[in-house]
């Protein structure tokens, strides 16, 4: 790795010296730098981390808040941010802690607000509901200041693998696991050594479980796992981190990703998703009316809403508060609440 791309990569990580002193101490356990990545490559991997976030959450201690790295996520585009259930879920997996969440990206960083939020899970074993699997999932935060702030861009991330990656192929993984020194502000992480797709398999509801040996650690939840493609020059997402070893030492231990084969799952998450502003105008609307008629209007869309995330296994998080006159009541539709 050349001078001018580790000056590239010091200046885009906004890293501490003690932080880049770290990450060239720990290189070779951590993020080998093998020779044989060309300087494009490399170049194309760090465009890729600008898409990368640490996902902190907010602690109130007598008064004095502080933030404890929780894990990573990544942004898809549009302002919806990939992450693992258990990353903003921390404390209680039935319940959202988006709105304490603090992003960071290298080039900005979010405070905690309401969010709206889907939960996507796998249906395995068959017959499971929404609410009950909470191990194999994934999750998308809509965070609105990606969109509004023009003064610093956040790269989408987009690029999404049609199928699943092959046995033997050549993985990356870009997180902010916690083997480094200084575990309550990890920097942004490179796992690039000899790693590989062990093998992907895919359950009868079209989602897939991959093993990988892209090395890991606690706070890498929620990272993508990218494969380079050689004819589009560029890295894809061939799956989301969930789970990996839990020692350092253990470089090849597996590592488990999750991603979902079918190819409308991502556009009908975000299209409910999309839609959660208007249920929240709705509701808005519906709070200071009386008439009877918006209000079994809103009804209606609510019922008409949990058909839909029955059927492609989804949750939603909405950060609005249910209308009066309105009984509704949803095990995959969770409603803001004072910890969420």
């Known amino acids: 790795m050349g001078d001018e791309a580790i000056i590239e990569f010091y200046n885009r990580r906004r890293m501490t010296r003690s ?12 993020c080998h730098l093998p020779q044989d990545i060309c300087k494009e490559r490399w170049r194309a ?18 008064g004095s808040i502080t933030y404890s790295p929780e894990g990573t996520g990544f942004h898809l585009g549009g302002g919806w941010i990939m992450t693992n259930q258990h990353v903003i879920c921390h404390k209680d997996e039935e319940k959202s802690c988006a709105s304490i969440a603090r992003f960071i990206f290298p080039g900005k960083t979010i405070d905690p607000a309401p969010r709206n939020v889907i939960f996507s899970y796998f249906q395995d074993p068959d017959g499971t509901t929404a609410v009950n699997d909470s191990k194999k999932d994934l999750a998308l935060i809509h965070v609105e200041e990606i969109t509004s702030d023009t003064d610093v861009k956040i790269p989408a991330l987009v690029n999404v693998m049609q199928e699943p990656a092959k046995e033997g192929h050549r993985v990356f993984l870009v997180h902010y696991g916690d083997g480094v020194k200084d575990k309550q502000d990890p920097p942004q992480q490179f796992s690039v050594s000899d790693n590989i797709m062990c093998f992907s398999v895919e359950n009868a509801n079209g989602n897939r479980f991959s093993v990988h040996t892209a090395h890991s650690r606690p706070g890498s939840s929620g990272a993508p796992l990218l494969v380079f493609s050689e004819s589009q020059k560029k890295f894809l997402v061939a799956a989301v981190h969930y789970a990996g070893p839990e020692s350092a030492e253990i470089i090849d231990s597996p590592g488990f990703a999750l991603w979902y084969s079918r190819e409308d799952w ?7 998703a999309s839609n959660a502003h208007r249920i929240r105008l709705l509701t808005e609307f519906a709070e200071n009316n009386t008439c009877t008629t918006d209000l079994a209007n809103l009804k209606e869309m609510f019922v008409r809403l949990q058909e839909h995330l029955d059927k492609y296994s989804l949750r939603l998080a909405l950060k609005v508060k249910r209308p009066e006159g309105i009984d509704f009541t949803s095990k995959t539709i969770i409603f803001a609440a004072s910890n969420y």
């Open 45 to 62: 991997l760090f465009e890729t981390g600008e898409s990368v976030c640490r996902i902190d959450m907010m602690k109130d201690e007598n």
């Open 266 to 272: 991502l556009q009908e998450t975000v299209r409910v």
């Open 19 to 30: 932080q880049f002193k770290q990450f060239l101490l720990y290189g070779k356990t951590l």
